[in-house]
């Protein structure tokens, strides 16, 4: 089975902190993303990864930035964390396919609060 | 882009089939639409996906109209377990590789 793992599944950190959100898949896959969730917004998308040092931006990739040294690791970094960058942090990985027919996998969130 | 536009909550008798709509009606040729589910505190789960055929397999059958502007995502005899918000996604096809998503429709199995 494939498997997403996000290093953490709560974290409190402070305003004006750098934080990392780390996750790992262990399936080769050339896609990477991170999603942010709040309630009555559904999942947004911050940024994506397709392939190792390749990026591009999301529906809301403000306040953030990514890190994809190595193809198995996909970085979420908060340069100075805000009060509203409080929010679940899903990350997701995919294969590539002919026409991009290939499913998402997602790892189980990490909910981030900052105070 | 394309997008999707899902009611918001639809609730259903436990046993019944549960059939939740989805509206995509700037969908290209080539997108697929992908439906996912999210049990609470849980990442999503993929379900299945198709491109204009429909489509069906252990958990749901995905019905797409011919015009493919739109799509229902039809679980045959829900349960309890069932409960959850479904997403229906159009990805980007070829060269995209974005997955976006909407604010989906929660789903309440009744007993």
């Known amino acids: 089975d494939v498997k997403v793992t996000q290093s953490s599944r709560y974290l409190v950190k402070r305003t004006g902190e750098k934080v990392f959100l780390e996750c790992v898949q262990d399936m080769d896959h050339e896609n990477m993303f991170w999603y942010r969730q709040d309630p009555g917004l559904g999942l947004r998308l911050i940024y994506f990864s397709y392939d190792v040092k390749m990026k591009e931006k999301g529906d809301i990739p403000e306040g953030y930035s990514v890190s994809r040294e190595k193809k198995e690791r996909f970085s979420l970094i908060l340069e100075s964390a805000s009060t509203n960058q409080t929010s679940m942090y899903l990350c997701?990985?995919?294969?590539?396919?002919?026409?991009?027919?290939?499913?998402?996998?997602f790892g189980q969130g990490t909910r981030l609060t900052v105070v | 882009d394309a997008k999707t536009t899902q009611p918001p909550s639809m609730d259903c008798a436990e046993g019944r089939a549960a059939n939740l709509p989805c509206n995509h009606s700037t969908i290209s040729g080539n997108e697929y639409v992908y439906w996912y589910r999210q049990i609470h505190s849980q990442g999503p789960q993929y379900i299945i996906h198709g491109l204009k055929n429909n489509e069906t397999n252990e958990m749901a059958s995905l019905i797409i109209t011919e015009d493919r502007k739109s799509s229902t995502l039809i679980l045959p005899h829900a349960t309890l377990r069932d409960t959850a918000v479904y997403y229906c996604?159009?990805?980007?096809?070829?060269?995209?590789?974005?997955?976006?998503f909407g604010t989906g429709t929660s789903l309440t199995v009744i007993p």
């Open positions: 996604i159009v990805r980007v096809g070829y060269s995209g590789n974005q997955f976006y």
């Open positions: 997701a990985s995919r294969p590539p396919g002919a026409r991009g027919n290939t499913e998402a996998f």
